[in-house]
């Protein structure tokens, strides 16, 4: 069986180590004081310019990113503008579907509609009249790039 030391036991071995170590740390709080102080006492003379240094550059740093950031304004302008696009492109799509609605309606309704369909597309003509129909454009010529092509296969 083992006999644990009491409570005061332990806490006065802690207060004696405690005791024994307090004038080396003393020593070493007064050695770190001695070597900080010149940076202290620099830092105690500057603060002011330092934290108006530190300010500005905040200051700057949020201007940049609100300007060139993931969301900022050169951002917004181009998505503004990009937005502004799709609106006209809409309301031009918009436009075309309402005018094909209204020849789908006229086609479905109204005769004379229907007689200028046939006329165009199908080429359909009453009795004793007679269509003219144009030929298509003829092609391009060939470049003469495409012509130095041509001759070299031959």
Same mark, same amino acid.
């Given at each position: %069986?083992?006999?644990?030391?009491?409570?005061?036991?332990?806490?006065?071995?802690?207060?004696?180590?405690?005791?024994?170590?307090?004038?080396?740390?003393?020593?070493?709080?007064?050695?770190?004081?001695?070597?900080?102080?010149?940076?202290?006492?620099?830092?105690?003379?500057?603060?002011?310019? @330092?934290?108006?240094?530190?300010?500005?550059?905040?200051?700057?740093?949020? @201007?940049?990113?609100?300007?060139?950031?993931?969301?900022?304004?050169?951002?917004?302008?181009?998505?503004?503008?990009? %937005?502004?696009?799709?609106?006209?492109?809409?309301?031009? @799509?918009?436009?075309?579907?309402?005018?094909?609605?209204?020849?789908?309606?006229?086609?479905?309704?109204?005769?004379?509609?229907?007689?200028?369909?046939?006329?165009?597309? @199908?080429?359909?003509?009453?009795?004793?009249?007679?269509?003219?129909?144009?030929?298509?454009?003829?092609?391009?010529?060939?470049?003469?790039?495409?012509?130095?092509?041509?001759?070299?296969?031959?």
């Amino acid at each position: %069986m083992r006999i644990l030391p009491n409570r005061e036991e332990s806490l006065r071995a802690v207060f004696d180590r405690a005791k024994d170590q307090a004038p080396r740390a003393e020593a070493a709080a007064a050695r770190w004081v001695e070597r900080t102080r010149p940076a202290w006492t620099w830092f105690v003379l500057e603060w002011r310019r @330092l934290g108006t240094a530190a300010a500005t550059l905040l200051i700057v740093g949020l @201007l940049l990113h609100a300007m060139f950031g993931a969301n900022g304004m050169v951002v917004y302008r181009q998505k503004h503008n990009e %937005m502004e696009s799709l609106q006209s492109e809409v309301e031009r @799509l918009q436009k075309e579907n309402s005018q094909y609605v209204d020849q789908i309606k006229s086609l479905k309704s109204d005769p004379a509609a229907i007689e200028k369909e046939a006329r165009e597309q @199908l080429h359909y003509t009453r009795p004793g009249e007679v269509v003219y129909v144009a030929p298509d454009s003829p092609q391009k010529p060939p470049t003469g790039r495409a012509r130095n092509e041509n001759k070299r296969d031959r």
